[in-house]
């Protein structure tokens, strides 16, 4: 069965750092480009980060771009976001998705989510 | 980046009522949508990719339509498990969503 199960979430004061982990299984993880996903209390959904199956592609939102870092261990099958200075405005619930592509492009879309990791920013 | 803007955000439905929702682009973006289901706690679900391909496992009442900058999410006769927050999402460039639109009972 696929599985993404994220991990790392907590609270964290303004300008500190995070790092969020996702651990896949149930797949072949080097086959797939991965995102990160967010949502903040009672929003939409945003889109953060993307990096492609061999970390050639990365990809970012202009509200994170410059501060967020994603990564992946293909060996074991892991997804990581490493969030430095942190604002009240990235407090959300991280999801991680897989992409059905080996690079995110046109065409992406995201079958299987983890069930997220809560993010809150606050003093 | 793409803007995609949902309409409505929210609206009131009866079991078996014939619901559309509408995703507007701010350029086209061919038939590169998809749209998701988000039920309250839970992680989106995927119902429709490119524009009008129904994703597995989907029930028939759901369909998509357009292509461009308009779309469409069609739920034909409304059903009690349907009630949820959907969302447009275009990957023709950098990923974006829309807004959502919430679907409420009436």
């Known amino acids: 069965e696929m599985q993404l199960v994220e991990s790392g979430g907590g609270l964290v004061q303004p300008g500190r750092s995070l790092r969020l982990s996702c651990a896949a299984s149930?797949?072949?993880?080097?086959?797939?480009?991965m995102h990160w996903v967010r949502q903040a209390p009672g929003k939409g959904l945003e889109w953060v980060s993307s990096?492609?199956?061999?970390?050639?592609?990365?990809g970012y939102a202009a509200s994170v771009k410059g501060r967020f870092t994603i990564s992946r261990d293909n060996a074991k099958n892991s997804l990581y976001l490493q969030m430095n200075s942190l604002r009240a405005e990235d407090t959300a619930l991280y999801y991680c998705?897989?992409?059905?592509?080996?690079?995110?492009?046109?065409?992406?879309?995201?079958?299987?989510w983890g069930q997220g990791t809560l993010v809150t920013v606050s003093s | 980046d793409i803007q995609m803007t949902q309409s409505p955000s929210s609206l009131s439905a009866s079991v078996g009522d014939r619901v559309t929702i509408t995703c507007r682009a701010s350029?086209?973006?061919?038939?590169?949508l998809n749209w998701y289901q988000q039920k309250s706690g839970k992680a989106p679900k995927l119902l429709i990719y490119?524009?009008?391909s129904l994703q597995g496992g989907v029930p028939s009442r759901f369909s998509g339509s357009g292509s461009g900058t308009d779309f469409t999410l069609t739920i034909s006769s409304l059903q009690p498990e349907d009630f949820a927050t959907y969302y447009c999402?275009?990957?023709?460039?950098?990923?974006?969503f829309g807004g959502g639109t919430k679907v409420e009972i009436k």
């Open positions: 998705a897989k992409d059905i592509m080996l690079v995110s492009g046109s065409g992406s879309y995201f079958v299987y």
């Open positions: 149930g797949f072949t993880f080097d086959d797939y480009a």
């Open positions: 990096i492609s199956w061999n970390s050639n592609s990365i």
């Open positions: 350029q086209s973006i061919s038939s590169f």
């Open positions: 490119a524009a009008s």
């Open positions: 999402q275009q990957s023709y460039s950098t990923l974006t």
